[in-house]
T-cell receptor
Framework: RKEVEQDPGPFNVPEGATVAFNCTYS??????FFWYRQDCRKEPKLLMS???SGNEDGRFTAQLNRASQYISLLIRDSKLSDSATYLC???????????FGAGTRLAVHP | NAGVTQTPKFQVLKTGQSMTLQCAQD?????MSWYRQDPGMGLRLIHY???????DQGEVPNGYNVSRSTTEDFPLRLLSAAPSQTSVYFC????????????FGAGTRLSVL
């Protein structure tokens, strides 16, 4: 089993739609969680950190469920510019390294 | 604002050749790391460093060497290139560890023939 698993997609949605991605992780002691965004042939960039209480940044909402070991990302009112690959990233407890999921591809169409 | 600078952007090597991928950051970050990204797979950690003079292995270190003589620079050396090392390589840095925001360079696309 992969340490961090994501549905690769692609998720094809119209502009204005709401879309949600899930990500599961295997190390129950993981302590930090992130969503990164990666545009085609570009470097990853931080979208948002994921906190235990859940957090929101504009149209983006991230949730953490420690009991079920998954994190989620909700995008409301999708824009064409949201088209990208979204990477789920986990920092296992006690390790100074990150584990990346393979990414979920989102395509927003007019 | 330079951030994390990687050179070269593209490179083609023949099997058995050696080369060094350069990575420099101007943010005074202590933590630096190298990843490779292959189709259908997540970024995989090759080596990382928590400060000048300190390096450690990641998930896929075989065939690669690193050193950290200064805070700013973290070069990645391919000792004897193999076709399996064809990949996109990203360098990243953060203030003090893996739990902080990672800033990535633009990547190096390497082909080994």
């Amino acid at each position: 089993r992969k340490e961090v698993e994501q549905d690769p997609g692609p998720f094809n949605v119209p502009e204005g739609a709401t879309v949600a991605f899930n990500c599961t992780y295997s190390n129950s002691a993981s302590q930090s969680f992130f969503w990164y965004r990666q545009d085609c042939r570009k470097e990853p960039k931080l979208l948002m950190s994921v906190y235990s209480s859940g957090n929101e940044d504009g149209r983006f909402t991230a949730q953490l469920n420690r009991a079920s070991q998954y994190i989620s990302l909700l995008i409301r009112d999708s824009k064409l510019s949201d088209s990208a690959t979204y990477l789920c990233v986990v920092n296992p407890s006690g390790y100074n390294k990150l584990i990346f999921g393979a990414g979920t591809r989102l395509a927003v169409h007019p | 604002n330079a951030g994390v600078t990687q050179t070269p952007k593209f490179q083609v090597l023949k099997t058995g050749q050696s080369m060094t991928l350069q990575c420099a950051q101007d943010m005074n970050h202590e933590y630096m790391s190298w990843y490779r990204q292959d189709p259908g797979m997540g970024l995989r950690l090759i080596h990382y460093s928590v400060g000048a003079g300190i390096t450690d292995q990641g998930e896929v270190p075989n065939g690669y060497n690193v050193s950290r003589s200064t805070t700013e620079d973290f070069p990645l050396r391919l000792l004897s290139a193999a076709p399996s090392q064809t990949s996109v390589y990203f360098c990243a840095s953060s203030l003090s560890g893996a739990g902080n925001i990672q800033y990535f360079g633009a990547g190096t696309r390497l082909s080994v023939l």
